[in-house]
């Protein structure tokens, strides 16, 4: 019953911000707001959702050792960390071409809603694992309970940044994203005797190489007129290679320098390496020794 009500507010909470504006400001604007969310939100769908399945059945037979399940919980965060922040960057620097080539001329304004989502990435799929830690322990009550603080938080935050419009609104989903992942991670794992300390040493690093990478990217960019000179698609295209092929480098490079090595690139090309091996069968806790390993 838990479960079903934290789908339920969920539910709501995921709508608010869809139902304020198209109240307030109508049916177009709410059209430019919607494209620009569902692509920030897919990330979720096609990263985080699909190993919530795998997380939350690998930690609950983990339960009997605190050890190696926190082990295991913050290696995953490590790795969605280490992907969600790099793409959130990237996507922030070409959202606005990306929505060219996927939506065509005439979605502009959808482009630059997506910019302001951008940050929100990464950190939203850090915030969705809290969930893992409530299922696997047992404790669908507590993750209802924090899904009524969310709502109640998030839809404050909706009402504050209606005034500035559609880019207001996006603007508080990232920001509540910020602001509920500690305090989130915090009560999931206190049943549990997961500490809040351990959950920042192993994403921090991340955050701050691609926060670093990111501006250094947006300053070279302004400093060549040239690249935003080009229009059309032809144009878009050739800015989302090169932008992300300076971000990326710039990244794992800071990447690198904090992790003094290339631990984390190669624990997740692992990763990426399993997931294309056939699945075998009755995996166990030494089946997931790629995640594991990246602590």
């Known amino acids: 019953m838990n479960t079903y009500g934290r789908f339920l507010v969920n539910y709501v909470t995921r709508n608010t911000d869809i139902l304020l504006i198209g109240w307030r400001?109508?049916?177009?604007?709410?059209?430019?707001?919607?494209?620009a969310y569902d692509l920030f939100i897919l990330p979720v769908g096609q990263l985080s959702a699909p190993l919530t399945t795998v997380a939350v059945s690998t930690l609950s037979r983990l339960?009997?050792?605190?050890?190696?399940?926190?082990?295991?919980?913050?290696?995953?965060?490590s790795i969605l960390a280490f992907v969600g922040m790099g793409l959130g960057a990237d996507l922030t620097l070409v959202g606005k071409d990306l929505i060219l080539l996927l939506l065509g001329p005439g979605w502009e304004e959808s482009g630059r809603i997506f910019t302001?989502?951008?940050?929100?990435?990464?950190?939203?799929?850090?915030y969705f694992t809290h969930g893992w830690v409530h299922l696997s322990i047992g404790r669908a009550d507590r993750w209802f309970r924090w899904g009524l603080v969310e709502f109640g938080v998030t839809s404050l935050l909706f009402l504050l940044g209606l005034q500035w419009g559609?880019?207001?609104?996006?603007?508080?989903?990232?920001?509540?994203?910020?602001?509920?992942?500690?305090?989130?991670?915090?009560?999931?794992?206190?049943?549990?005797?997961?500490?809040?300390?351990?959950?920042i040493s192993a994403v921090w690093k991340y955050v701050l190489a691609s926060a670093l990478a990111g501006c250094a990217s947006a300053v070279i960019i302004w400093g060549i007129p040239s690249l935003a000179g080009t229009l059309g698609s032809i144009g878009a295209i050739g800015r989302i290679v090169v932008i992300s092929f300076l971000f990326g480098a710039l990244y794992l490079g800071a990447v690198i320098l904090f992790h003094r090595g290339c631990a984390p690139i190669r624990q997740v090309a692992e990763l990426l390496r399993d997931m294309v091996l056939p699945v075998r069968q009755n995996r166990g806790p030494r089946d997931n020794q790629s995640i594991v390993s990246l602590t």
């Open 63 to 77: 339960n009997r050792d605190s050890t190696q399940r926190e082990r295991y919980f913050l290696s995953a965060l």
């Open 25 to 35: 400001f109508g049916p177009e604007p709410l059209g430019f707001y919607k494209k």
């Open 166 to 199: 559609p880019v207001g609104v996006a603007v508080a989903w990232v920001v509540s994203l910020w602001v509920l992942t500690i305090p989130a991670l915090w009560y999931a794992g206190k049943p549990a005797g997961l500490g809040i300390a351990p959950v």
């Open 116 to 126: 302001f989502f951008g940050p929100g990435i990464g950190i939203m799929l850090l």
